[in-house]
């Protein structure tokens, strides 16, 4: 029976880490046998549910757990001031419940991470041609995973093979995710996490709570490095996680794991989505985010630049920090954030798969962060290229114990160098914010496209929107399932018509090449919205 319900990753965004603050929620609580929870009375009318097929995003639909079981470190105190900010009467209607699952040792486990952080040239160590840990990790997975284990077996690679020579990972590898978890790893508190990733497929990560919650950890002290205060605030929100889009899973957390003095609270988060369907009343959104004033926010390019509008319209909000991850951040939205709030920027890279994997506070290059991460950059043809030149990345990460990585690719383009701040990666291009337009003039993000395209069953996908509003359709539907592949993608079109109120041609292609080499950018939009709806930036 599983306990957990993937973690969104649609709603982060696929080509990028999804907008941190995960790290203090943990994942939503699921069970295939609905349980009975006092947040249920929240629950929306059924036409919330923007389309058929994402029965998932029904407001608590599926729970599992009790608080005390989401929060096994939460006093009665804590509990109340969570359920406190998920009360109120100006809140949205929360889809999910969730928690971060830390027990008394973990907390401890923190704690050394907090330090390893912390210690002198922590950052600059980045910079080594290959950190031995690299090389312990090569001969651990090969005694260890299944997948190296057969490798070592074949004779096409074993514990002493350098990195190098060593085959690349690739997204379809994880497909088979049980081939990619240590055998000597104990399976008692494995969550289960999702990303939408680049061709269509969703894909099912593993996670522990202890590296889930070293996220937070890791996002504390990146944030303290720009020189910012992010201490406990009993009276605000001490994160907010900030989707802006029609189905999106929202809930409110406390954050054990965030590191503060003893005595001091835990700090409450929330996942909101700025989408005026999923609030009660004219205003309600406004009211509690104002209300909160969160500490840090944490999004991605299009909700940011919502929330800038709603601060030009009156919102009062005085974050210590803001978070970018997701989508590329354009230099023009960092310096809207400077201009209206005076705080730090930052640019945070990663992927679901990978955990966070580099951070920009200055648009000059993004930093590999200073934990169990290496990287590469590889040319066309596989091989390692010199330092400063473009190609793409693949990450060698050892920080979640159910899914050790050797060489992962991203699928993402950067050059590396090496300076005084460690490892760089120059350049970086993921994925870009999309927009698209629907026939009243307003416009959506393409993660309600993905999370349309995923329910529907296709495998893989390329949306178009020319400048005059047309939009085409190239979907590849997945294969001998038994169902017609020709009418699963028709229904996917047929979904994306009543999204955008436009006619949607479609083209069916039964082959992957089909959609491009390497990464293929599935979206495209060349549309200006001609009159924004209130519920979008």
Not at 99 to 120: K, Q
Not at 349 to 374: C, N
Request: a negative charge.
């Amino acid at each position: 029976m599983r306990t957990t319900d993937p973690a969104p990753g649609p709603d982060g965004g696929p080509g990028r880490a999804p907008a941190p603050g995960a790290p203090g929620g943990g994942v939503p609580d699921h069970d295939p046998v609905p349980v009975p929870d006092p947040t249920a009375a929240t629950a929306p009318d059924p036409a919330l549910v923007p389309d058929p097929a994402l029965g998932e995003y029904a407001a608590m639909g599926s729970v599992a757990l009790t608080d005390q079981e989401r929060w096994p470190t939460l006093d009665a105190l804590g509990l109340a001031r969570v359920d406190a900010w998920r009360s109120r009467p100006d809140a949205p209607v929360w889809v999910h419940a969730t928690g971060d699952r830390l027990r008394p040792d973990d907390l401890d486990a923190l704690e050394a991470v907090a330090g390893r952080l912390a210690a002198p040239g922590c950052a600059a160590a980045q910079a080594a041609d290959e950190p031995a840990w690299v090389r312990e990790l090569v001969a651990r997975v090969h005694e260890t995973v299944p997948r190296w284990r057969r490798a070592a077996r074949e004779g096409r690679s074993g514990p002493g093979t350098p990195l190098v020579d060593l085959p690349t990972t690739t997204r379809s590898d994880l497909s088979d995710a049980a081939a990619h978890v240590p055998l000597d790893v104990p399976l008692d508190r494995v969550l289960e996490g999702s990303s939408s990733g680049h061709t269509g497929a969703a894909l099912l990560v593993p996670l522990h709570p202890l590296s889930v919650a070293a996220d937070l950890v890791l996002l504390q002290h990146l944030v303290e490095a720009t020189g910012a205060t992010w201490q406990v605030d009993p009276d605000r929100l001490g994160l907010a996680n900030v989707v802006d889009q029609r189905a999106s899973f929202t809930y409110v957390s406390a954050m054990t794991g965030f590191r503060r003095p003893p005595g001091t609270p835990a700090p409450v988060m929330a996942r909101v989505n700025l989408h005026a369907s999923v609030w009660r009343g004219d205003g309600d959104r406004e009211r509690y985010l104002q209300a909160a004033d969160p500490q840090v926010l944490s999004t991605s390019t299009l909700p940011l630049l919502h929330l800038l509008d709603l601060a030009a319209a009156g919102l009062a909000l005085h974050p210590v920090a803001v978070v970018n991850g997701a989508t590329d951040l354009p230099p023009a939205v960092r310096d809207a954030v400077a201009r209206t709030w005076g705080c730090p920027v930052l640019d945070l890279y990663g992927l679901r798969e990978t955990g966070p994997v580099a951070v920009s506070t200055d648009g000059a290059g993004h930093v590999v962060v200073p934990r169990r991460v290496f990287v590469e950059v590889l040319g066309p043809d596989g091989r390692r290229l010199p330092d400063g030149e473009r190609g793409e990345v693949v990450v060698t990460v050892d920080e979640n114990p159910y899914l050790p990585l050797l060489r992962y690719r991203t699928g993402d383009t950067a050059a590396l160098v090496r300076d005084a701040r460690g490892t760089v990666l120059v350049g970086l291009q993921g994925r870009a914010p999309v927009r698209f337009v629907a026939a009243d003039g307003s416009a959506s993000s393409s993660i309600d496209a993905t999370q349309l395209l995923q329910a529907y069953g296709l495998a893989g996908w390329e949306l178009v929107q020319d400048v005059a509003g047309d939009v085409r359709l190239t979907a590849l539907p997945v294969t001998g399932l038994g169902a017609d592949p020709v009418a699963t993608a028709r229904a996917a079109a047929d979904a994306v018509e009543r999204w955008l109120g436009r006619p949607v041609r479609l083209d069916v292609v039964h082959d992957p090449a089909a959609l491009g080499p390497g990464k293929p950018r599935r979206f495209r939009s060349d549309a200006v919205p001609s009159t924004l709806g209130k519920d979008n930036p």
